[in-house]
């Protein structure tokens, strides 16, 4: 079935160090999501990918879509703690004419003070 | 303005009895999703509404869920001889027109089948 993944699982950083994490799926993605989960909150959008090989910024955050448009990444730089959650992809598959998200199982990012 | 509210924010439920949760979107805003959320997992898809009608419910797990959006604004998901399997966190989102925009998230509903 259509799917995404995302790695790491859980990422564990000091502050001020970078953090990656990556995002594969399974089969063309329409556009790209990501979003943000605090402990205890819910999904907050932070930007859409469309275009292959995109690339945009948001202050220390930079997010990618690659050029075949199946897989992503959302790089941090200099984390903070404010940076705390965890951070999801999503995407609409072509096959599905935008009627759902899928979203990869996300990414937790601890960082230590 | 005003975002995506969810009621209740938790419900309590014995197993084999039935639950209604309610979503109130954005106002002007055309697709309502569901999704269910476990620990440790990311939002897993339920039913796409655009409008009145439920465009996508193929992510529904069987026939004891069953949701519906009457005049286009509130939705309602509905889980008959709910099992203890079926606790998580029910999230709804909306979006101005599909998935191809962003989704706002309402800050869910916990449930917890005994």
């Known amino acids: 079935g259509q799917q995404v993944m995302q790695i790491p699982q859980y990422q564990h950083v000091q502050e001020g160090e970078d953090f990656t994490t990556y995002c594969n799926s399974s089969?063309?993605?329409?556009?790209i999501q990501w979003y943000k989960q605090r402990p205890g909150g819910h999904p907050v959008f932070l930007i859409q990918l469309v275009k292959s090989g995109e690339v945009k910024k948001q202050k220390r955050l930079t997010f990618q879509f690659g050029e075949a448009k199946k897989n992503s990444s959302l790089h941090i730089t200099a984390t903070q703690t404010t940076d705390v959650g965890t951070y999801f992809c999503a995407g609409p598959f072509w096959e599905t004419s935008g009627s759902r998200l899928t979203f990869g199982e996300g990414t937790q990012l601890t960082v230590n003070p | 303005g005003a975002g995506v509210s969810q009621t209740p924010s938790n419900k309590v439920t014995e197993k084999g009895k039935y639950v209604e949760l309610r979503c109130d979107p954005i106002?002007?805003?055309?697709?309502l999703y569901w999704y269910r959320q476990s620990l440790g997992q990311g939002p897993e898809f339920l039913i796409y509404?655009?409008?009145?009608?439920?465009?996508?419910d193929s992510g529904l797990p069987n026939d004891r869920f069953f949701a519906v959006r009457p005049e286009g604004s509130v939705s309602t998901l509905k889980i008959q001889r709910t099992e203890r399997g079926d606790s998580a966190v029910y999230l709804c989102?909306?979006?101005?027109?599909?998935?191809?925009?962003?989704?706002?998230f309402g800050p869910g509903t916990r449930l917890t089948v005994l």
């Open positions: 106002s002007g805003h055309t697709a």
């Open positions: 089969t063309t993605l329409s556009n």
């Open positions: 989102a909306s979006s101005i027109h599909s998935a191809y925009n962003e989704q706002f």
């Open positions: 509404f655009q409008g009145t009608g439920a465009a996508d």
